[in-house]
């Protein structure tokens, strides 16, 4: 007897199931500009990060260049030569020298190159340059006599000395018991003349002048 050609139930569904053509996930291709909103866009902290580095460098630099202005500067110390002072070790001297400001104005404490000049005080701008140098101690200047012109500033009585060559002028206290040099340089105002006297009508009491002769 011969066997039926009728396929069976499970060959008909092993014929006319479809075909699986679906490729796998691993193997698809993302074609350009299909990448996802969030894989183009930075991360909000790394743009903050980039942002803020930047400034901090700045102000960095500028509180630098600031505190580098504000430092002290070293100077060099100051050589002065000898005048004549035949009272520099007098009493009225070792009275009135530790008596001096640190500071005249702008001006400040200038450290004597060694060996200094005894009874003598001088005062320099911060970035140095011409300095205001006080001399105690001093004979009386030649130039002061009868006739010389005297300017009185709070109590102390001054002769006044131009060196137009050097820019310069010195005021000498000539009403005390021993002559005291205040050589300032030009543009440097009063403010070292009244500290000084101010130092001086303090310390050292006034004693009648005593001019040259003419």
Do not use: H
Not at 61 to 73: C, E, G, H, Q
Request: glycine share 6%.
């Amino acid at each position: 007897m011969a066997e039926s050609s009728d396929p069976t139930a499970d060959d008909r569904d092993e014929a006319t199931a479809p075909e699986d053509t679906a490729e796998p996930s691993a193997l698809r291709e993302t074609s350009p500009g299909t990448e996802s909103a969030a894989d183009s866009q930075y991360s909000p902290a790394l743009i903050a990060t980039a942002v803020a580095l930047p400034i901090v460098l700045i102000v960095g630099v500028l509180v630098a260049a600031f505190l580098i202005l504000r430092a002290p500067i070293e100077r060099e110390p100051l050589a002065l030569g000898s005048v004549p002072a035949p009272a520099a070790e007098g009493p009225a001297c070792a009275a009135l020298m530790p008596a001096l400001p640190a500071d005249l104005g702008d001006y400040t404490k200038s450290t004597l190159r060694e060996p200094a000049p005894l009874a003598t005080r001088a005062w320099q701008l911060p970035e140095g340059g011409e300095p205001i140098v006080l001399r105690c101690g001093l004979d009386r200047p030649l130039e002061f006599n009868r006739a010389s012109p005297l300017q009185e500033v709070d109590g102390v009585t001054w002769f006044q000395i131009r060196d137009d060559a050097a820019a310069v002028g010195t005021w000498f206290a000539v009403d005390r018991e021993t002559y005291i040099a205040l050589t300032i340089p030009d543009g440097s105002g009063t403010a070292a003349v009244q500290t000084v006297s101010d130092t001086i009508a303090a310390t050292l009491p006034p004693q009648p002048i005593k001019p040259g002769e003419l």
